[in-house]
């Protein structure tokens, strides 16, 4: 009996509306002009309420970032990922293409998948042993009619597939749509390939390589994903958080980046320098513009990817939510060829490069912290945001609020 009420009474936990978990007014005073919005209330950061909603709207009902298509790179190559308490296999098949699917046997509702591998024909669940192929069929049902009878004609395969989750993969960045009912992916990306159409063109997306050994690094943060997003947007903390990176591209050189439609915001620089030792340098992608040779972009790409270009390297800074006050943040990093990418001849600059990221990173923390900290103050009204200097997370902040209600 005990046992059923403390069951009855999640149920309900889970399913509060967003009234009933704060003042909805706290959400509608976001989406004023700058110069009068507060920001997102304490709610969104702290209550376990507001992340079980947040999940259904935000990271089900959006394009959300699961990974990165270079931590699967051969047929059979399979991991787990668990979006907020929905567990999720990432595969690639036979034919190269990368699919997400739905972590449970379609039996009895065993998790199928715990660690990452390399599968050699089959998805096999542990339980009884039922196996599906690499595009989440249903092929192998052992004694289903009977011992030693492994098919039953009143058992249809064909309805106990795998179900797949809506994914696209772009420039190695895997996105699910949870629920299915985002608008088309090509359609979401368009905005930010049309921004950075001056830099790469539609045939260069191909180009950029993961590195195998200065190519990824991951951080534990103390604090919700949202921190992690809003720092990204602006340049404001620069002195601050980042006094050398500020004596070499300080905020006067930086501009704001803001997506119409709302979809993304950041941070350009105009004074980006290529890492070189002697006359070694990366590659460079092939069609950007000159005269904007200096310039990198560094954008969030809502809810949680924030991507840096730069004409000799790229990154993916995605983040994996974990609890309202814990993060776990992935860095990948691309260089532009493979020679670029996993030669020898310069693998002390992406060395270098990787650690003066790292190091980027690390700084941020007691920002992101801290604010998670101060989140808990009851007299925190959301904040103010600077009218000029906080435009971009503003718009962050604005595109949460809008898909809450």
Same mark, same amino acid.
């Given at each position: 009996?005990?046992?059923?009420?403390?069951?009855?009474?999640?149920?309900?936990?889970?399913?509060?509306?967003?009234?009933?978990?704060?003042?909805?007014?706290?959400?509608?005073?976001?989406?004023?002009?700058?110069?009068?919005?507060?920001?997102?209330?304490?709610?969104?950061?702290?209550?376990?309420?507001?992340?079980?909603?947040?999940?259904?709207?935000?990271?089900?009902?959006?394009?959300?970032?699961?990974?990165?298509?270079?931590?699967?790179?051969?047929?059979?190559?399979?991991?787990?990922?668990?979006?907020?308490?929905?567990?999720?296999?990432?595969?690639?098949?036979?034919?190269?293409?990368?699919?997400?699917?739905?972590?449970?046997?379609?039996?009895?509702?065993?998790?199928?998948?715990?660690?990452?591998?390399?599968?050699?024909?089959?998805?096999?669940?542990?339980?009884?042993?039922?196996?599906?192929?690499?595009?989440?069929?249903?092929?192998?049902?052992?004694?289903?009619?009977?011992?030693?009878?492994?098919?039953?004609?009143?058992?249809?395969?064909?309805?106990?597939?795998?179900?797949?989750?809506?994914?696209?993969?772009?420039?190695?960045?895997?996105?699910?749509?949870?629920?299915?009912?985002?608008?088309?992916?090509?359609?979401?990306?368009?905005?930010?390939?049309?921004?950075?159409?001056?830099?790469?063109?539609?045939?260069?997306?191909? !180009?950029?390589?993961?590195? #195998?050994?200065?190519?990824? $690094?991951?951080?534990? =943060?103390?604090?919700?994903?949202?921190? +992690? &997003? /809003?720092?990204?947007?602006?340049?404001?903390?620069?002195?601050?958080?980042?006094?050398?990176?500020?004596?070499?591209?300080?905020?006067?050189?930086?501009?704001?980046?803001?997506?119409?439609?709302?979809?993304?915001?950041?941070?350009?620089?105009?004074?980006?320098?290529?890492?070189?030792?002697?006359?070694?340098?990366?590659?460079?992608?092939?069609?950007?513009?000159?005269?904007?040779?200096?310039?990198?972009?560094?954008?969030?790409?809502?809810?949680?990817?924030?991507?840096?270009?730069?004409?000799?390297?790229?990154?993916?800074?995605?983040?994996?939510?974990?609890?309202?006050?814990?993060?776990?943040?992935?860095?990948?990093?691309?260089?532009?060829?493979?020679?670029?990418?996993?030669?020898?001849? !310069?693998?002390?600059?992406? #060395?270098?490069?990787?650690? $003066?990221?790292?190091? =980027?990173?690390?700084?941020?923390?007691? +920002? &992101? /912290?801290?604010?998670?900290?101060?989140?808990?103050?009851?007299?925190?009204?959301?904040?103010?945001?600077?009218?000029?200097?906080?435009?971009?997370?503003?718009?962050?902040?604005?595109?949460?609020?809008?898909?809450?209600?």
């Amino acid at each position: 009996m005990i046992l059923m009420i403390i069951f009855f009474v999640d149920q309900n936990y889970k399913n509060k509306s967003l009234a009933e978990i704060l003042d909805v007014k706290k959400i509608e005073a976001v989406d004023k002009p700058i110069d009068a919005a507060n920001g997102l209330p304490n709610e969104c950061y702290i209550s376990r309420d507001y992340l079980d909603f947040e999940r259904e709207r935000i990271f089900c009902d959006k394009w959300t970032v699961v990974g990165v298509g270079s931590s699967i790179p051969n047929p059979g190559d399979a991991k787990p990922y668990n979006l907020l308490g929905i567990p999720l296999i990432l595969i690639r098949d036979r034919n190269m293409r990368i699919r997400v699917f739905h972590n449970v046997c379609s039996h009895r509702g065993f998790k199928l998948l715990d660690k990452p591998c390399t599968l050699k024909n089959v998805i096999r669940c542990p339980y009884h042993f039922w196996s599906y192929d690499f595009e989440g069929n249903l092929v192998v049902t052992p004694h289903i009619g009977g011992l030693n009878k492994h098919q039953s004609e009143k058992f249809d395969k064909s309805k106990s597939n795998l179900k797949e989750v809506q994914s696209q993969t772009w420039m190695d960045i895997i996105f699910v749509n949870i629920n299915s009912n985002e608008i088309n992916f090509k359609e979401y990306i368009k905005p930010l390939e049309e921004r950075w159409s001056k830099f790469i063109k539609k045939e260069d997306q191909k !180009l950029p390589v993961h590195s #195998k050994d200065y190519g990824y $690094f991951n951080l534990e =943060v103390k604090c919700n994903w949202k921190f +992690a &997003i /809003e720092n990204y947007c602006e340049s404001y903390h620069l002195p601050t958080i980042h006094p050398e990176l500020n004596k070499v591209s300080n905020i006067s050189d930086h501009y704001h980046i803001q997506g119409l439609p709302n979809r993304f915001a950041g941070q350009g620089s105009k004074k980006y320098e290529q890492l070189s030792k002697g006359n070694k340098k990366f590659d460079t992608f092939p069609n950007w513009e000159k005269g904007m040779f200096k310039n990198s972009e560094y954008i969030a790409l809502f809810p949680n990817v924030m991507i840096g270009l730069h004409i000799d390297h790229f990154y993916v800074f995605w983040l994996e939510p974990l609890a309202t006050n814990k993060t776990k943040e992935h860095m990948q990093m691309y260089y532009i060829g493979n020679s670029s990418a996993n030669g020898e001849e !310069l693998k002390d600059l992406r #060395k270098e490069n990787a650690r $003066f990221w790292k190091d =980027v990173m690390l700084e941020d923390i007691n +920002a &992101i /912290e801290g604010m998670q900290e101060g989140r808990s103050s009851p007299v925190y009204n959301g904040g103010n945001f600077s009218p000029v200097m906080d435009q971009p997370t503003h718009q962050f902040h604005k595109w949460v609020a809008n898909n809450l209600t």
